[in-house]
């Protein structure tokens, strides 16, 4: 059998990233995120939109 390692190792300062401004739909929070599936951190919708 023959075994690849696919995970990858990055060092990522948190402090360094900025994410992306979003506005829930349901409950108006106001929120930073990153990724494709983006939910609210406060009542877990997602219908959010950049803003």
């Known amino acids: 059998m023959c075994f690849i390692d696919s ?3 990055v ?3 948190p402090d ?3 994410g992306i ?3 829930c739909g349901e ?3 106001r ?3 990153l990724g494709k599936n983006v939910s ?3 009542c877990g ?3 959010v939109e950049k803003s």
Request: glycine fraction near 4%.
């Open 31 to 33: 929120f930073k995120g």
């Open 40 to 42: 609210c951190p406060a």
């Open 45 to 47: 919708s997602e219908d």
């Open 16 to 18: 360094q990233v900025t």
């Open 27 to 29: 409950c108006k929070n």
């Open 21 to 23: 401004q979003y506005v």
């Open 11 to 13: 060092d990522i300062d």
């Open 7 to 9: 995970s990858v190792n």
